[in-house]
């Protein structure tokens, strides 16, 4: 069972949660969080791998890597590290190469998972969890991001993952809402700086697609 507590501030943390227990992180596993920007899935996986674990958290921009590393350094082994999620090299294959809110920044999201895939064993997981922003409401308006290279990438996930060259072994999409105070006005708020007031809310569907790595 995942400690509550990992997750608690994250309005994301239901898809998160979900996709660890599904594919069944354990103690002892071997993960590489891919953009781990704030270092939020960092922490959540360092919790469940334990001392016995290893998380590399690899994000392009410098900053994030000490911000992570002092964060997630108090569950398990962290390696902050600084790299291109194109040119992702670790210096182990992990059991779980995971993304989320990285594809929608990226260029090339096949070249990415393609990295992702060769970083993980045989049959190791691959998971991604990308938005579909503009499926997102705020008082029955559409939502968008500008700051995104492809604001709706979660749509197309799953034929990402398998023009990737991977094996597609489950994919779903979730959200959350609401109307009034609460985490996921003060969500939208902090991403966008306007206060949704009492209009309802949903958030953007988040799709997560678990893929293996085939290797024979
Ligand atoms: C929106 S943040 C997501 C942070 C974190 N994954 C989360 O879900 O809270 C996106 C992160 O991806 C990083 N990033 C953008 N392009 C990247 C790339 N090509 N390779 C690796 N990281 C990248 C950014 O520096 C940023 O920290």
């Known amino acids: 069972?995942?400690?509550?507590?990992?997750?608690?501030?994250?309005?994301?943390?239901r898809p998160l949660a979900t996709a660890l227990e599904r594919i069944g992180v354990a103690e002892g596993w071997c993960c590489v969080d891919v953009g781990a920007g704030g270092g939020d899935v960092s922490v959540a996986l360092a919790e469940v791998v334990g001392r016995a674990g290893r998380i590399y958290s690899?994000?392009?921009?410098?900053h994030a890597r000490d911000e992570v590393a002092s964060r997630a350094a108090a569950f398990s082994q962290v390696l902050a590290i600084t790299q291109a999620g194109e040119d992702l090299l670790l210096p182990e294959e992990v059991d779980l190469a995971f993304c989320r809110f990285l594809l929608m920044h990226v260029d090339d999201p096949v070249a990415v998972l393609a990295r992702m895939r060769k970083?993980?064993?045989?049959?190791g997981y691959v998971?991604?969890?990308e938005p579909i922003t503009s499926a997102g409401r705020v008082g029955g308006v559409a939502m968008s991001?500008?700051?995104a290279i492809n604001q709706?990438?979660?749509?197309?996930?799953p034929d990402l993952m398998i023009?990737?060259?991977l094996d597609l072994v489950?994919?779903?999409?979730?959200?959350?809402?609401?109307?009034?105070?609460?985490?996921?006005?003060?969500y939208l708020a902090h991403l966008t700086g306007v206060d949704p007031g009492n209009d309802p809310v949903v958030l953007p569907p988040l799709v997560t697609a678990v893929g293996r790595a085939r290797k024979d």
Not at 152 to 157: C, K, M, Q, S, T
Not at 170 to 186: H, I, L, M
């Open 1 to 13: 069972m995942l400690p509550d507590r990992t997750l608690r501030d994250d309005v994301y943390r």
């Open 58 to 62: 690899v994000d392009i921009d410098p």
């Open 119 to 123: 970083a993980v064993r045989p049959d």
């Open 127 to 129: 998971v991604a969890q």
């Open 145 to 147: 991001f500008d700051g």
């Open 152 to 157: 709706d990438v979660g749509a197309e996930l």
């Open 163 to 165: 023009r990737a060259g």
């Open 170 to 186: 489950d994919c779903w999409a979730e959200s959350q809402a609401w109307a009034g105070p609460g985490p996921v006005a003060g």
